[in-house]
């Protein structure tokens, strides 16, 4: 999708472990109901 200009959104991602693989395969944004917990993976 992306060499087509297109951008990649996963949503709702609540798993740490699932949202640091989709973040490591390079998805441009993600919808999570704990966003305080995904904070976490940037600290």
Known sequence: LH???Q???A???DDLDE???L???G???LCTN???RLLA???
Do not use: C, E, K
Request: proline share 4%; aromatic share 12%; charged share 30%.
């Open 11 to 13: 949503w709702t991602v």
């Open 27 to 29: 998805i441009d944004s």
């Open 7 to 9: 951008q990649v959104t």
């Open 19 to 21: 949202a640091r693989r």
């Open 34 to 36: 704990y966003p305080d």
């Open 41 to 43: 993976l940037f600290a």
């Open 3 to 5: 060499d087509r200009g």
């Open 23 to 25: 973040m490591d395969a």
